[in-house]
Structure formats: structure tokens, C-alpha cells
């Protein structure tokens, strides 16, 4: 009873974090849900539990999903291209991790996704402040009929 309890106050403090952070934050919390669902799958094809290795790599694509969507190729179509495919790729290999209860695709994945959310995480702070303006407008000009 108290997992589920904690579980509730988990997804909320989640969900209170998201609903104030900025573009920049979020995909920073996408990468790391993304490699703690990873790490998670992987324990479970281990321990040899295909019904939580099932949820957390679905959930891990899940996430994958919304990176890929989170790209805006207008800054560098043929980075966001390459991205896009990169993040396609990890989709792949995660299936067959899944289908052929393999740990290997799952911690190739980890070592593509680790670097990326590097680099994210050491964007200067003056450079994330820029950007996260430049979005919040665009954002405001979606919003607004």
C-alpha cells in the first residue's frame, strides 16, 4: 500500500516540476526518465520480469517519441534529420531488445542517449535562457488564435 502511495506522490511531484519548467528542463527530465526506464528494463530482462521489461521499454519509447517530436528542424534541417533517425534507430533497437530478451541493444541505447544528454545538460546557461525565450514565444504564437 505505501508503494502506491509513493508511486501517486512520485507522478505528482513529476507533474508540479513539468507544469513550471522551462522548454530546456523538460527535455533535461525526458533524458533522464528515458535512461532510468532503460536501466530499469534492463534489470527486468535479467531478473527475468517480461511484464515490467515490456512496460519500461515502452515507456522508454515513449519518451524517445517525445524528443523526437520536441526537435524543430528550422534551425539545422539535416541535424534534426540525422536526430530524427538516430531516435528512430534507438526505437529499433529497443524492440529487439524487447522481442529477443537482450540486454546489448538496451545498453547501446544507453551509450547514444548518454552523450546527447551530456552535451544538453553543459549548454550554457546564457545560450538556454536565449532559446527558452525564442520558444516560449513561438509557444505563445500557437496559443493565440
Known sequence: MYGRYMKAYRKTDVEAEISVANPHRVVQMLFE???????????AILRKDYGYKSE??????????GLQ?????????EA???LIDLYEYMKERLNE????????????????????KEAWDNIPEEERERV??????????????
Open 80 to 82: 534534426g534529420r540525422r
Open 33 to 43: 526518465g528515458l535512461l532510468d526506464r532503460l536501466a530499469q528494463a534492463k534489470g
Open 56 to 65: 519500461r521499454i515502452s515507456k522508454a519509447i515513449g519518451i524517445i517519441n
Open 132 to 145: 527558452n525565450e525564442i520558444i516560449e514565444k513561438k509557444q505563445g504564437k500557437i496559443s493565440k488564435p
Open 97 to 116: 531488445a524487447s522481442v529477443n530478451l537482450d540486454v546489448a541493444p538496451i545498453d547501446e541505447v544507453i551509450s547514444l542517449v548518454t552523450p546527447i
Open 69 to 77: 517530436m520536441s526537435i524543430d528542424p528550422s534551425y539545422d534541417e
